[in-house]
């Protein structure tokens, strides 16, 4: 499978160092600077340009069709997100979500966007060859099609409310015939949807698609002309032009067969600006409310207040606060923070700070040693010329921002007719300005800076893309994660700290002077919190070439214990139930495993519930595995194995509790014999001090025989279910009511 990303052109050159290495399956280019191609055109030069990378062994026709993959486009200027625009959408880091085990500490949209993309192409069986994926939408879905409908063009959407779709694309599908589409319009508005509702539904699209040799031929030929690219845009001129009564005209496209694919249960997560962050993150982290899921309990001020790689002052969140998102950042108390705000990239600083409400600031390092500083609403759509009193900057128009801070176009030398994204807003700094200055620029309060600020050095928005030092960017995040995490860990009880993919975050700390918390959770009141703590601190150990096997140890016995502490609990009393002349016969099946292979393992099945789908099989027409359980005259209990022809006599309990003994040929009924009461430990009430007195007020000695008919490691179940025969036969050989 071919995986190809579009990103800006900074980041495509920066990418194998942005993400380590991690994603090094992944081809990634971006289109020719100062060219405009559409989703149409940008995908046939992404996919040119991946196949000159393999040495042009064959026609770049032939390549496409022969191959199969998936296409993600994440190289838009990001004008309406400014807090990403230089490192990607792709980039964004999501917080690890409350409900969830395994997920990595710096994981970032893309992670989380390649696996469903990944098994939808996977599933597909029909004549899709390539998957085209919008860079700024997550989709999630438990369910999907098996086989997806075999089209042209098979587009996936989800059902929405009318006005959400009109920030969107919609699939308007007959009422009777939902897998069909009637016509695709972009951004509709109330009045279109309705009328269209009479006798259709609609579904959002979430901006994947897939399409045959024969879609992609076409999509070739509108975006090239002869060796030349063309712009051509997938969603506004492809998609218009597909289904049975399309809105656009386009023979070749008219011909091609098109289904839709409702994401039954599917949910969709916009990325597209600001706010959408906020509350895609925040419906992300409320997805799973069943507390008994929950892995994070935390109860904060506002669920919707977002932290990530960062150094907050204590008092900074009050409960009167939302939707706010700081990363890779140092806010102390001194701060003043509302709602609807952005922080990132903030450096070290002891300023008195007030944010306004759907506000946000970033300081982005650039190439040059600078710091460019940056305010913008979180809503601002950053596009139009500057001289249109309809422009917006900070939630206002740009003519009244500037007003308000004895400025205008003229006295900044602006071109009435420069789009506000090429606006040179944004002062940059060697040092850390004054936070008078920085307070003026938030809410034009305090000191006039309006000479100072026409004097500064000022950059665009476009500018800050191209020049900011991603290197750096990433470095202070990947030092203030490293500041953060003895944080994290002292107060495990309300951070992610035991639910990460703790493997990955002990390769980030073995080099670093992370060290872990003297204290550890407490086994008996959080296990798995417990368990993961040992593990951690021995991964840790090992990667630093350190004696590490003694946590391992204390993570193993701990859920031992765990294991047999229901049994300790609930202790019985053996009492013979059989005659001298009496054998009691215990017979079962193996089993052949379908799905779910030791998915019925602690401490997964605690977590997951076991999940095993199996066949009880016989041998020869015979359950293979048998026990047989007689009285024994000599005394003593002797087990004898049929099949391998050996024998061990229990004498004591030292002999017994040798069951915990890996490569003990007899642990299966020893640990059995345990839970039947014949160890202290497991036994009601008194015990007598011996095995053999014990044995005595039982009424006998104990001869167990085994046959297992297939052989040890088979993958048929022997253990466990000798484990169950031997349960089986002991419950009726000692009257246990089991």
């Known amino acids: 499978m071919e995986k190809l990303i579009s990103l800006s052109p900074a980041v495509a050159e920066a990418f194998g160092e942005l993400t380590e290495g991690k994603l090094s399956d992944w081809y990634c280019a971006h289109d020719p600077i100062g060219s405009r191609l559409g989703s149409g055109g940008g995908t046939v030069h992404l996919l040119r340009e991946a196949w000159r990378s393999k040495g042009n062994e064959q026609t770049f026709e032939e390549w496409v069709t022969n191959s199969r993959?998936?296409?993600?486009?994440?190289?838009?200027?990001?004008?309406?997100?400014?807090?990403?625009?230089?490192?990607?959408?792709?980039?964004?880091?999501?917080?690890?979500?409350?409900?969830?085990?395994?997920?990595?500490?710096?994981?970032?949209?893309?992670?989380?966007?390649?696996?469903?993309?990944?098994?939808?192409?996977?599933?597909?069986?029909?004549?899709?060859?390539?998957?085209?994926?919008?860079?700024?939408?997550?989709v999630e879905s438990?369910?999907?099609?098996?086989?997806?409908?075999?089209?042209?063009?098979?587009?996936?959407?989800?059902?929405?409310?009318?006005?959400?779709?009109?920030?969107?694309?919609?699939?308007?599908?007959?009422?009777?015939?939902?897998?069909?589409?009637?016509?695709?319009?972009?951004?509709?508005?109330?009045?279109?949807?309705?009328?269209?509702?009479?006798?259709?539904?609609?579904?959002?699209?979430?901006?994947?698609w897939l399409l045959s040799d024969r879609a992609m031929k076409i999509l070739l030929n509108r975006s090239m002309e002869g060796d030349e690219l063309r712009e051509f845009d997938l969603y506004g001129e492809f998609g218009p032009s597909m289904g049975a009564n399309p809105h656009r005209q386009d023979?070749?496209?008219?011909?091609?067969?098109?289904?839709?694919?409702?994401?039954?249960?599917?949910?969709?997560?916009?990325?597209?600006?600001?706010?959408?962050?906020?509350?895609?993150?925040?419906?992300?982290?409320?997805?799973?409310?069943?507390?008994?899921?929950?892995?994070?309990?935390?109860?904060?001020?506002?669920?919707s207040l977002f932290v990530q790689n960062t150094r907050l002052g204590k008092s900074v969140f009050s409960k009167d606060q939302e939707n706010i998102w700081i990363d890779n950042s140092f806010i102390p108390d001194s701060w003043e923070l509302s709602r609807d705000n952005m922080l990132t990239g903030i450096p070290e600083n002891d300023w008195e700070i007030r944010i306004p409400a759907c506000t946000g600031l970033d300081a982005v390092p650039l190439k040059n040693g600078t710091t460019a500083w940056r305010v913008y609403g979180i809503n601002d759509a950053f596009r139009g010329p500057v001289g249109n009193p309809e422009t917006m900057y900070c939630g206002i128009p740009l003519h009244q921002w500037l007003s308000r801070r004895g400025m205008d176009l003229n006295s900044l030398g602006m071109d009435p007719n420069t789009d506000i994204q090429d606006a040179q807003l944004f002062p940059v700094f060697e040092e850390l300005?004054?936070?008078?200055?920085?307070?003026?620029?938030?809410?034009?309060?305090?000191?006039?800076?309006?000479?100072?600020?026409?004097?500064?050095?000022?950059?665009?928005?476009?500018?800050?893309?191209?020049?900011?030092?991603?290197?750096?960017?990433?470095?202070?995040?990947?030092?203030?994660?490293?500041?953060?995490?003895?944080?994290?860990?002292?107060?495990?009880?309300?951070?992610?700290?035991?639910?990460?993919?703790?493997?990955?975050?002990?390769?980030?700390?073995?080099?670093?002077?992370?060290?872990?918390?003297?204290?550890?959770?407490?086994?008996?009141?959080?296990?798995?919190?417990?368990?993961?703590?040992?593990?951690?601190?021995?991964?840790?150990d090992e990667l630093r070439n350190l004696p590490h096997e003694q946590n391992e140890q204390l993570a193993f016995k701990a859920l031992a214990d765990a294991l047999i502490r229901t049994a300790k609990e609930d202790p019985v009393a053996p009492e013979l139930q059989c005659l001298d002349d009496q054998i009691i016969w215990g017979r079962c099946p193996a089993r052949l495993d379908l799905a779910g292979g030791w998915a019925d393992t602690p401490p997964y099945c605690f977590l997951k519930g076991g999940k095993v789908v199996n066949i009880a099989v016989e041998l020869n027409g015979q359950p293979p595995i048998q026990v047989f359980?007689?009285?024994?005259?000599e005394g003593g209990i002797r087990i004898r194995s049929i099949d391998l022809g050996v024998a061990e006599e229990i004498n004591s309990y030292e002999d017994l509790r040798s069951y915990a003994q890996l490569g003990s040929g007899f642990a299966?009924?020893?640990?059995?014999?345990?839970?039947?009461?014949?160890?202290?430990?497991?036994h009601l009430g008194k015990c007598p001090d011996s095995l053999p007195a014990l044995l005595g007020e039982f009424g006998s000695g104990i001869e167990l025989s085994l046959l297992c008919a297939i052989p040890k490691g088979s993958g048929l179940g022997t253990s466990s279910i000798l484990a169950a025969t031997l349960l089986g036969v002991l419950n009726e050989f000692c009257q246990l009511g089991w």
């Open 69 to 138: 993959g998936l296409i993600i486009h994440a190289g838009g200027q990001s004008r309406r997100l400014p807090a990403y625009a230089a490192e990607g959408k792709a980039m964004i880091p999501v917080p690890v979500y409350r409900w969830s085990l395994g997920q990595r500490i710096d994981q970032t949209l893309l992670d989380l966007q390649a696996p469903f993309l990944e098994r939808v192409l996977s599933n597909d069986q029909s004549s899709a060859k390539w998957l085209i994926a919008s860079g700024d939408v997550l």
């Open 142 to 208: 438990e369910k999907l099609p098996v086989p997806m409908p075999d089209a042209d063009v098979v587009c996936l959407g989800v059902w929405g409310e009318p006005e959400q779709a009109t920030h969107h694309g919609v699939f308007f599908t007959p009422r009777n015939r939902t897998s069909e589409l009637s016509f695709m319009l972009q951004k509709p508005d109330l009045d279109e949807i309705r009328k269209h509702s009479h006798d259709h539904y609609f579904l959002l699209d979430v901006g994947i």
């Open 251 to 303: 023979d070749d496209i008219n011909g091609l067969s098109v289904a839709v694919v409702p994401l039954e249960e599917g949910q969709f997560y916009h990325f597209g600006k600001g706010s959408d962050l906020i509350e895609s993150c925040l419906r992300l982290q409320n997805k799973v409310i069943d507390q008994r899921r929950l892995s994070n309990l935390n109860i904060k001020p506002h669920p």
């Open 433 to 540: 300005p004054e936070p008078a200055f920085v307070q003026w620029l938030l809410s034009g309060d305090g000191p006039e800076f309006s000479d100072a600020f026409q004097k500064t050095d000022r950059i665009s928005a476009d500018e800050i893309g191209q020049t900011a030092d991603l290197g750096k960017i990433r470095n202070n995040r990947n030092l203030r994660l490293n500041e953060s995490l003895p944080l994290i860990f002292k107060h495990a009880d309300r951070s992610v700290a035991y639910q990460v993919d703790l493997e990955d975050l002990a390769k980030k700390c073995g080099n670093s002077g992370f060290e872990m918390p003297e204290t550890r959770p407490d086994p008996d009141k959080e296990l798995f919190s417990y368990i993961r703590d040992a593990m951690f601190r021995s991964k840790l």
């Open 629 to 633: 359980a007689r009285k024994r005259k």
């Open 668 to 682: 299966v009924p020893k640990a059995a014999l345990a839970l039947c009461g014949f160890l202290p430990e497991f």
